[in-house]
């Protein structure tokens, strides 16, 4: 059965920056997409980053383009998203996500298959 478990989440300033992890246990197929997502209270949960296991590609969205990165670890099944220069808007729980679809990169969460427990991320201002 696939785990997801996110880890590295907390309390920064504005500006600051974070390394958040997923590990990955469990993962009998070759091919997905990791993705992260977050949500903050009141609000629909949102694509941030996807990479393509298998050969490593990434995707953003456009309020994190330039800002955060994500990269993959293969030996260790683990997936990281690097935020730099955080805002008090990035405040949200994020979520580590797997889509076993081969398709391109969805960022409609209801489409993902696998969900870890969720991180919280606090920027104060």
């Known amino acids: 059965q696939v785990q997801l478990v996110e880890s590295g989440g907390g309390l920064v300033q504005a500006g600051e920056s974070l390394r958040l992890s997923c590990a990955a246990s469990?993962?009998?197929?070759?091919?997905?997409?990791m993705a992260w997502f977050r949500q903050d209270a009141g609000e629909d949960r949102m694509f941030v980053a996807g990479?393509?296991?298998?050969?490593?590609?990434?995707y953003y969205s456009d309020f994190v383009k330039g800002r955060f990165t994500i990269s993959r670890d293969s030996a260790k099944n683990t997936v990281y998203l690097e935020m730099n220069n955080l805002k008090p808007g990035d405040t949200a729980i994020y979520y580590c996500a797997l889509d076993k679809s081969q398709l391109m990169f969805r960022t409609a969460p209801g489409l993902y298959d696998y969900w870890g427990q969720g991180t919280q991320v606090t920027v104060s201002s």
């Open positions: 469990g993962i009998t197929f070759s091919t997905y997409v």
């Open positions: 990479i393509r296991w298998n050969g490593g590609s990434t």
